[in-house]
């Protein structure tokens, strides 16, 4: 398949000018997701899918939440084989060897390059046991990232992803004059938004053919390129040149 050529207005949608000053207030605090937008978990978890099963599957392919659950059922795959299908997103040994994304080390230097690294968080919805692999993983991988700024669940934290996740970022809102949270989950997301955070920037970053049902003027969509291999190029370009002198934007797109 022939690679589209790179424009970012088409991969930019929302208010660029409202990102632009946000990023460029040096107190902005980023939130990054974890799985999905820093670390490549889906590569490794459709590989280890493909050779339990012989369905071949690309990241760029994924359209929703149980994609291989679906995907198992609709390959005619067995009962035990449908039910387990997305164990592997939550095992250590497979989320541990997933690599970075392809140009998201770039985005985090400029992001603690800029505003710091007490200004950069990871905000994953990570089972507590997880912990020591999570920690492991930020150390070879994106060592900027220090391991007290990685927010996940402690032990006996029964609360569902969402409300988790909304719950920390109201904490991160009362100390900063806007977050910046960026995740590839539209359920966050929109948590994010219901949760009426005046000072809370979303930027959505779907992975696959995911994308958003609904509108909002703190919502920011964000595409990957190349797609193929679903690389964060787009995000790094929007950071850079809203946090250059004169914010060139191309004429990207302000509606959905």
Known sequence: MERQPYHFPELFTGDWDLFKKVLQNR???FVFDMDGILANSAKIVLKKFTEKTGVAVKPSEIDGWDFLTNLARKSGLSEETIEHAED???????LGNAQRYLYIRPVIQKTVGYY????????????HTLRESTSSWFRQKLPEIHDENIIMRKEGDLRK?????????????EAAPWI??????????????????????????PLGKNMP??????????????????????????????????GNNDSVAHSY
């Not at 710091?116 to 089972?127: D, M």
């Not at 509108?215 to 390129?225: F, G």
Request: charged content about 25%; glycine content about 4%; hydrophobic content about 45%.
């Open 27 to 29: 107190q902005t605090v």
């Open 88 to 94: 592997d997103w939550y095992k250590a040994e497979v």
């Open 116 to 127: 710091g690294s007490a200004n950069n968080f990871v905000l994953t919805s990570r089972n």
């Open 161 to 173: 992803s969402v409300p988790f996740k909304v719950d920390n970022l109201r904490i991160f809102a």
């Open 180 to 205: 910046i949270f960026i995740d590839d989950n539209i359920d966050f997301i929109k948590g994010a938004l219901e949760a009426k955070i005046p000072n809370c920037l979303t930027v959505y970053v």
């Open 213 to 246: 049902d609904i509108r909002h003027e703190r919502l920011i969509l964000i595409k990957r390129y190349p797609n193929e291999i679903q690389a964060m190029y787009p995000l790094m370009d929007a950071i850079g040149r809203a946090i250059s002198q004169d």
